[in-house]
């Protein structure tokens, strides 16, 4: 079965809230499989930020860190891949950065029909 290539998420500006929701798929009909998050630093100075794959928009358990306070330089995108990271219904990825407004993150991948 083949999915579609699809932008998953984003761009969407981080806030300095670790409670951010980027993403959740609501439908228990599909799932989304995440080959690459790019995030773009639009600021002078070094930015952190953390990610959360959780159960709910504010699930920010320890141990559930897809990303913890890793460092974008200044001016700069960094891709991150993945050979396949599979999202369904139940999953979100919540997160936030060290600055208001620094950071923007935007996800590619494959949705697939259950």
Known sequence: MAGTIKRTFGPLLLTSTVTTSVYNNTSALIYDV???INVANV?????TFTLYIGTSATDTTTGKQLFQSVSVPANTTSPFYFAG???TSTDWIVGGASALNSLTITAMGEQYVV
């Open 34 to 36: 995440i080959k690459q």
């Open 43 to 47: 600021t002078g100075g070094a930015i």
């Open 85 to 87: 990271l599979k999202l």
